[in-house]
């Protein structure tokens, strides 16, 4: 797969500008970059240091930190499995070798086809569902081993 260079739109420039100099800019400018391109290249962390005027090193060190920052484009469809304390006691685990079973995948690969990434996310906020996975940003709760093959064939 070639590198092809991302292109900020003028309306992501637009914001990088307006949030120049806000306090908190770099997460906000991020955030908005991952939001557009779906993962955040180092030619995208060079332009947003450009544009900032920081060093990539800043830039860098806070995509690197966060774990929500991606540096590889995920598939189009990304499935998220939580393994926090709830739903890891509640089996989340076996949902990650069901979907390796189901699609070949495993966590932080993606499929040939570029349809299916997956990661493993230390809390996706919803305890109370454990265990919890999202596919495509729906939330799925109570999950079973059993229902994962229907769950991916909505995708």
């Known amino acids: 797969m070639s590198k092809k260079k991302l292109k ?3 309306e992501l420039i637009a914001f990088i500008k ?7 800019n770099l997460i906000m400018v991020l955030h908005k970059v991952q939001g557009e391109f779906g993962f955040i290249s180092r030619d995208s962390a060079e332009e947003v240091a450009h544009l ?4 990539l090193a800043k830039i860098w060190g806070v995509i690197t930190f966060y774990n929500f920052f991606k540096l590889e484009k995920p598939g ?10 709830a739903c890891y006691l509640k089996g989340s685990e076996t949902l990650v070798d069901a979907i390796h079973e189901e699609l070949g995948l495993d966590v ?4 040939k086809d570029g349809k ?5 996310v230390r ?25 994962i093959p229907g769950i991916l ?3």
Not at 76 to 85: F, P, R, Y
Not at 116 to 120: A, I, M, P, Q, V
Request: aromatic residues 8%; charged residues 20%.
């Open 8 to 10: 900020f739109s003028p």
């Open 76 to 85: 189009d469809v990304n499935i998220q499995v939580c393994l926090g304390t």
């Open 123 to 147: 809390c996706l906020g919803c305890c109370g569902l454990a265990p919890v996975m999202t596919v495509a940003g729906e939330v799925y709760g109570k999950v079973t081993k059993k229902q």
């Open 153 to 155: 064939a909505k995708y």
């Open 108 to 111: 932080g690969g993606i499929t």
């Open 18 to 24: 307006e949030w120049r100099n806000k306090p908190g």
């Open 52 to 55: 900032l005027e920081v060093p």
């Open 116 to 120: 299916f990434s997956l990661e493993e």
